[in-house]
Nanobody, 116 residues
Framework: VQLVESGGGLAQPGGSLRLSCAASGFTFSNYVMTWARQAPGKGLEWVSS????????GHADSVKGRFTISRDNSKNTLYLQMNDLKPEDTALYYCIRGRFSLSSPRGQGTQVTVSS
C-alpha cells in the first residue's frame, strides 16, 4: 500500500488549496478513502471520507461547507478541495485507506499552513 499526498503549502486566510493523494498497491476503487489532519500538539482528527464509488460523502462540522472531498477511480487519486481556509486549518494532512482509524494505512502527509 502506498499513499502519496501532495498539494499542501502556505495559504492566506480565505484562500484555497487542493490536496491530492496518489494511491497504489491496492484496488483503490474498492475502498472508502479518508482525509485526516493533525495540528501541532494535537491528535489526529477526521476531516472527510468518501465511499468507494464516490456517492457517499461525509465532512467534519469544522470543514463543512468549505472543504470538498472527491475521487477519480480511473486515476487512483483522492482529492480535497479546501476553500475559505482559516488559521485553525493549519495541520499535516493525511490520506487514509479506509475509514478513519489510527491503525489504517496512511501516507506521509502534506503540510498546510494558513497564515497572513
Amino acid at each position: 500500500v502506498q499513499l502519496v499526498e501532495s498539494g499542501g503549502g502556505l495559504a492566506q486566510p480565505g484562500g484555497s488549496l487542493r490536496l491530492s493523494c496518489a494511491a497504489s498497491g491496492f484496488t483503490f476503487s474498492n475502498y472508502v478513502m479518508t482525509w485526516a489532519r493533525q495540528a501541532p500538539g494535537k491528535g489526529l482528527e477526521w476531516v472527510s471520507s468518501i465511499a468507494s464509488g464516490g456517492s457517499g460523502i461525509g465532512h467534519a462540522d469544522s470543514v463543512k461547507g468549505r472543504f470538498t472531498i472527491s475521487r477519480d477511480n480511473s486515476k487512483n487519486t483522492l482529492y480535497l478541495q479546501m476553500n475559505d481556509l482559516k488559521p485553525e486549518d493549519t495541520a499535516l494532512y493525511y490520506c487514509i485507506r479506509g475509514r478513519f482509524s489510527l491503525s489504517s494505512p496512511r501516507g506521509q502527509g502534506t503540510q498546510v499552513t494558513v497564515s497572513s
